[in-house]
């Protein structure tokens, strides 16, 4: 119990209570505030005052059941939230104080109103209970604490908070009623059901642990009033975050992919300063923090483009809690963690990440200076527990070849059928790519989820050797082994357990640096004719024994093989799902090199 060890007081019997901590000022304390640079949020804040809030139905709730559409809800759930994040932080950054003109309070005290008033704040694909039930309308007398009540919860916490004063002037009675709702919808249903599935009792903890502790935590400090129910409560919070612990690998890789990492890892880690600051243990020397801290650079292609194995799209948005990562590659010396998160974040704190993280990296005065420069880009990272390598051409630079290569299983969390695919990225930019995470709908966690085309190995850089892959913790890679090099990076594996009825199936790839660096994909089998898949964005020219990849207009990437065992089939896809095309554009394209006989072996170089 490494938790419980580093946070002795507070699981010291002669403890019995837990007094609230000073977590960040409020409103009140104007000469922390004023001292903040929030213009550009006041101003974006006083555009979005005109446009009417978002309104949560129960007809939109429902389509999750009726015909598998979630996102009708969960987008404008996610509106009301941030619009109510924005105003909040525009009414504390300007100090508006009743009786005076209060724009910006009064929006944020409709915002939380609204809130407190929707019937639920689960997400309708996480309610067992209202599914249990075979209705389609939820029941407020029989809350489901998921990750949208722990968003909602964290919320307004957060905002009691740092704007509570000024919501007794102009709202009295609000703070009580924000209490009352969190109280209900998730202290209660936390403190009382003690075998919620994502605790991780299992041990198969994943990010809904961190990402619901770090919310109820929040409430715990900032909204309980009865000191030994605090303590009580956030007992349980480091009881729960050891379990998450106890499944991290020690090389700092999530297979949940750099998208969640920012949902769990990230949490947590937000959990241990949370925990730091109220109990006066600190827990943040933990041996595997080091390298969980550098798994989101370490997967960095270039630009916004990282390796999105898993749920995750190719390009990952800015508006991360940047300053976070910050924070922490200072706390535990690391320049790398450091230079990745200036360069993505640059200072900036966006309201979309969070309340409670906008309010944190808007007061770090290290990260407000913040300023880009040094590099990240090791000539390879290889991390052994979640069987993924990252090579590049050149150390310390994403111009040339880069290339990513996985092989794990397909039972690992939010997993496409993957095992043995690859990335090459030309001056950062993903070429031979990953379709990513398409927009959730009700099947996506269910027994249909790999109907989803990105999803399926068909539509990943493996081999078809008759048969796509299936999924499953047993369906995985098999004697993975790497050789890295200053002249070379290789990695191989046997990919037949991936497959049904396969006994043996060795892929390598390798990347060959230096004059005519290449990447060299071979598969040494015996099945005839093999499939080999490429999705491909961009422009793609197919000819005899050679393909070519344009990005923007111009040629970056050649394919080639050899014409005489090999013929290519070449299909473009258009791209409606907004997810999809927010990384690639209006289309991927697929080449299919079917191999008849002989090697299959597939070279790629930049075109330069």
């Known amino acids: ?168 002037l102009r709202a009295p009675g609000l703070r009580r009623r924000l209490r009352r709702e969190v109280e209900i919808r998730v202290l209660t249903p936390f403190e009382r059901i003690r075998d919620w599935h994502w605790l991780g009792l299992d041990g198969d903890a994943h990010n809904w642990n961190p990402w619901i502790h770090s919310a109820v935590l929040t409430a715990a400090l900032l909204l309980v009033t009865d000191d030994e129910r605090r303590l009580r409560l956030v007992r349980l919070v480091a009881e729960g975050l050891e379990h998450y612990v106890a499944v991290l690998p020690d090389d700092g890789g999530i297979d949940e992919g750099v998208a969640y990492w920012w949902h769990g890892a990230c949490r947590l880690l937000e959990c241990l300063d949370l925990l730091a600051d109220a109990t006066g243990g600190d827990a943040r020397d933990l041996p595997v923090l080091a390298p969980l801290i550098r798994f989101p650079h370490r997967m960095h292609l270039g630009g916004d483009a990282y390796v999105n194995a898993g749920d995750a799209p190719a390009r990952l948005p800015a508006d991360q809690p940047w300053h976070v990562l910050h924070r922490w590659g200072a706390r535990l010396s690391d320049v790398d963690v450091r230079a990745h998160a200036a360069a993505r974040g640059g200072g900036r704190v966006w309201p979309s990440a969070g309340l409670g993280r906008a309010l944190t990296g808007l007061l770090d005065e290290s990260w407000r200076k913040a300023e880009p420069g040094g590099t990240w880009l090791a000539r390879e990272e290889w991390l052994p527990r979640v069987q993924v390598l990252v090579a590049r051409e050149t150390a310390g630079t994403s111009r040339g070849l880069t290339v990513a290569v996985k092989a794990g299983h397909n039972g690992e969390r939010h997993n496409h059928l993957d095992v043995g695919s690859y990335w090459v990225a030309v001056d950062g930019e993903p070429v031979v790519a990953d379709a990513g995470q398409p927009t959730y709908t009700a099947a996506s966690f269910g027994p249909d989820r790999y109907r989803a085309w990105p999803l399926r190995s068909e539509w990943h850089n493996v081999p078809e050797p008759g048969c796509p892959q299936e999924p499953g913790e047993a369906r995985g890679a098999r004697h993975v082994q790497v050789n890295l090099t200053a002249e070379t990076a290789s990695w191989s594996a046997d990919l037949a357990g991936a497959y049904p009825g396969l006994a043996r199936w060795v892929r390598s790839v390798r990347l060959v640096r230096g004059p005519g660096a290449h990447v060299l994909v071979e598969d040494d089998d015996t099945v005839r004719p093999v499939r080999l898949r490429h999705v491909l964005a961009g422009e793609v020219e197919v000819s005899d024994g050679e393909a070519f990849v344009s990005l923007g207009g111009r040629r970056v990437l050649r394919l080639s093989w050899d014409p005489r065992h090999t013929t290519a089939e070449l299909e473009r896809r258009p791209l409606d799902d907004p997810l999809l095309r927010a990384s690639w554009g209006g289309h991927l394209s697929r080449l299919t090199l079917v191999v008849h006989d002989g090697p299959a072996r597939v070279r790629l170089e930049q075109v330069r």
């Open 1 to 168: 119990m490494v938790l419980r060890e580093r946070l002795g007081a507070l699981f010291d019997e002669r403890t019995t209570a837990l007094p609230a901590p000073v977590l960040v000022p409020d409103v009140r304390d104007r000469a922390v505030w004023d001292a903040v640079d929030g213009d550009a949020l006041v101003a974006e804040a006083a555009a979005l005052l005109p446009h009417p809030a978002p309104v949560l139905t129960a007809t939109a709730w429902a389509r999750t059941f009726r015909d598998g559409v979630r996102t009708d809800y969960e987008d404008a759930a996610r509106a009301l939230r941030e619009r109510v994040t924005l105003l909040v932080l525009a009414a504390v950054l300007t100090g508006e104080r009743p009786p005076g003109e209060v724009p910006f309070l009064d929006g944020a005290i409709d915002g939380l109103t609204a809130l407190a008033e929707t019937t639920t704040w689960c997400w309708a694909p996480h309610d067992r209970h209202t599914a249990g039930r075979g209705e389609v309308v939820a029941d407020p007398g029989d809350p489901f604490l998921d990750l949208g009540a722990a968003e909602v919860a964290a919320l307004l916490a957060w905002a009691d908070h740092v704007l509570g004063p000024h919501l007794d």
